[in-house]
């Protein structure tokens, strides 16, 4: 006794405070319990990046009553998708109509987000009890079974559940899929990189283009593809910034360094970027600063949980960019410990609060690992090599990704469609 009594003791311990370990700290508040989240940094430079969130993932944040956290942080409607071919010609306009879906494509600063987020989760006028955030606190792994969490000044705390929410290069996920045949799973090079730039609207010259093919202050999304190259970029912040993805080949597929992002000189993404229309590169050429990332994915996992640890956001499912889905995909996650942990308490014993951690991965395991693969599909050369054929499909596969209404729900409909699947099998028989 005396000496368990030295551990800190919590409900929950979060390991890693991005957006899927600050959403899971608000989905999980609740009187009286008592949520930790451990971040290794020091938290004061997430990277500047525009993030969208989905019709979905946005109706769940709506449901958690952030808007007094949001409103200010300007987010934008993202009102249409535009291709645009490598000639800076449109190929098509897809208007996001997503009241079908119940809620807007939202798109914000990555950082406003974030902060947002992180108010939430720490505030006293949100229900519940209020998360604490300890910075500076890198986890360098755990126990799963008793719910020890080891930190790397060598203390340790303990928690009725353990959230890993720290991100692609997870601590926590060594240890859940130890001894299964994931072990040793890694963040994978996909091929591709992407040279990321945010620009202020206001700094930029006027652009020679027609104002029907392109619009800075427009609220949507424009991709213009080349045959392996492809510009994704769109306004945000209720229009005062402008964001580009800029994905090429990676020209260091097997590059062993640790360093994921590189700076990079503005020269090398105007001579990467060459064949695409003159004025998107003078938006490039007001760049600040230029980095390149080196994108990299993990393959689904055996699974996500082991005793009272679970897995969340892209320490379970990493995913490319290429469906703008990373974000959404771990609100959805957050969401799930809401719906499946709301009985769980200091009380409840290993084996139940392992049984709802499996609930958990049973409902969004397949949609998660999905929305995985078709983000890798997305990735493939979007037009023909000589550029007259634009080869992506954008409308493929937004009715899925969008049509979700919580885990819950999923879970019912998976089972339906089992029940289907067995019902017809037996009636063959
Ligand atoms: C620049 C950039 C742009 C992106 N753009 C998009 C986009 O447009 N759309 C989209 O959907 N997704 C995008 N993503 C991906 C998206 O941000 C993530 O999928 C999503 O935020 C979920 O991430 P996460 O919280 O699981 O992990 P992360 O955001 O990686 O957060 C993990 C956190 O854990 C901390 N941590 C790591 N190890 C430890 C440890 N051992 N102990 C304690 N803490 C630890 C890290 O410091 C970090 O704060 C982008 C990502 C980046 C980096
Ligand atoms: C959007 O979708 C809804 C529901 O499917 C439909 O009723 C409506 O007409 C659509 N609106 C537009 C502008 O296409
Ligand atoms: C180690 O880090 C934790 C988390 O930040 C902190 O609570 C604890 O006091 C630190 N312990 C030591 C011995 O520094
Ligand atoms: C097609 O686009 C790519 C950019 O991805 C460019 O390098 C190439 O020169 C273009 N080819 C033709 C025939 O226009
Ligand atoms: C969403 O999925 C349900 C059940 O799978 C289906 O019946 C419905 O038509 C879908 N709705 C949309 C808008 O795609
Ligand atoms: C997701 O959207 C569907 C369709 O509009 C809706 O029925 C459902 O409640 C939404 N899910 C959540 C968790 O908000």
Not at 237 to 253: H, K, Q, T
Request: glycine fraction near 8%; charged fraction near 25%.
């Amino acid at each position: 006794m005396a000496i368990r009594s030295e551990v800190e003791q919590w409900d929950v311990v979060i390991v890693g405070a991005g957006i899927a370990g600050l959403a899971a700290a608000i989905a999980l508040r609740k009187d009286g319990r008592s949520i930790l989240v451990l971040e290794k940094s020091s938290m004061n430079k997430e990277v500047g990046a525009l993030i969208s969130l989905q019709p979905n993932a946005s109706k769940i944040v709506d449901g958690w009553n952030m808007q007094p956290f949001l409103a200010e942080k300007k987010p934008m409607v993202d009102e249409a998708f535009r291709l645009l071919n490598v000639e800076g010609k449109l190929q098509v306009e897809m208007k996001l109509n997503t009241s079908q879906f119940g809620a807007d494509r939202m798109l914000y600063h990555r950082q406003d987000l974030h902060d947002a987020l992180r108010q939430a989760a720490t505030s006293e006028n949100m229900p519940g009890s209020p998360a604490v955030i300890r910075t500076s606190s890198g986890a360098t792994g755990c126990d799963c079974e008793s719910g020890t969490v080891y930190l790397s000044n060598g203390s340790s705390v303990q928690g009725s559940i353990i959230v890993g929410a720290d991100g692609i290069r997870s601590a926590i996920r060594d240890e859940v899929i130890k001894g299964t045949t994931s072990e040793g799973s890694k963040a994978i090079p996909t091929g591709l990189s992407a040279y990321r730039i945010l620009v202020e609207i206001d700094k930029l010259p006027k652009l020679d283009v027609p104002e029907d093919v392109f619009d800075l202050k427009r609220s949507a999304t424009t991709m213009i593809v080349g045959h392996d190259k492809r510009v994704i970029m769109g306004p945000g912040r209720g229009g005062e910034m402008f964001g580009l993805v800029c994905l090429v080949p990676d020209p260091n597929p097997n590059g062993e360094g640790t360093s994921w992002n590189n700076p990079a000189p503005l020269g090398e993404v105007l001579e990467a970027f060459k064949a695409f229309p003159t004025w998107v590169r003078e938006i490039m050429s007001q760049a600040p600063d230029v980095a390149l990332w080196q994108l990299r994915d993990i393959d689904p996992l055996t699974t996500w949980t082991k005793g009272r640890a679970i897995l969340i956001g892209d320490a379970a499912h990493a995913m490319l960019p290429t469906q703008g889905q990373g974000a959404s995909q771990s609100i959805e996650d957050a969401e799930a410990l809401q719906a499946f942990l709301s009985g769980i308490d200091s009380k409840s014993s290993s084996e139940e609060v392992h049984a709802q951690l499996q609930a958990i991965v049973s409902a969004r395991y397949e949609r998660a690992s999905l929305i995985q693969a078709y983000s890798r599909l997305q990735a493939k050369p979007a037009a023909s090599k000589d550029n007259k054929t634009v080869q992506l499909n954008p409308q493929e596969f937004m009715e899925y990704n969008c049509n979700y209404s919580g885990a819950k729900d999923w879970a019912k409909r998976q089972r339906e469609a089992e029940e289907m699947a067995y019902k017809q099998t037996a009636a063959r028989a």
